[in-house]
């Protein structure tokens, strides 16, 4: 069973910047894209950034120019670098894991992790 474990979330001032991290646990063959996605009280879950194993990238308009997704293949790690923070950033962040293959499963599997509050402070 894969277990995606989100770290880094906390309560900031505008203005200011966090780092997000996700580690993906359990037996794994390869992990094609991780990402975040968040949820703000009130509305849908929204894209924030998405890479792919071979580094593409794929940001949501409104953090553009300002988060910055990374990942380390070796470790099945991914990071959000959240810059220039604002109330509107706040959210419940969760980090996903698609097109993931395993030893015991078939086919292409899809894993959230539990989510982080980021709280953005005016």
């Known amino acids: 069973q894969v277990q995606l474990v989100e770290s880094g979330g906390g309560l900031v001032q505008a203005g200011s910047s966090l780092r997000l991290s996700c580690a993906a646990s359990?037996?794994?063959?390869?992990?094609?894209?991780m990402g975040w996605y968040r949820q703000a009280p009130g509305k849908q879950r929204e894209l924030v950034a998405i890479?792919?194993?071979?580094?593409?990238?794929n940001y949501g308009d409104s953090v553009k120019g300002r988060f910055t997704i990374s990942r380390d293949n070796a470790k099945n790690t991914v990071f959000l670098q959240m810059n220039s923070l604002k109330p509107e950033d706040t959210a419940v962040y969760y980090c996903?894991?698609?097109?993931?293959?395993?030893?015991?499963?078939?086919?292409?599997?899809?894993?959230w992790g539990q989510g982080t509050q980021v709280t953005v402070s005016s």
């Open positions: 996903n894991a698609d097109r993931v293959r395993t030893p015991s499963t078939t086919g292409w599997n899809n894993y």
């Open positions: 359990g037996s794994i063959f390869i992990i094609h894209t």
């Open positions: 890479i792919t194993i071979g580094g593409d990238t």
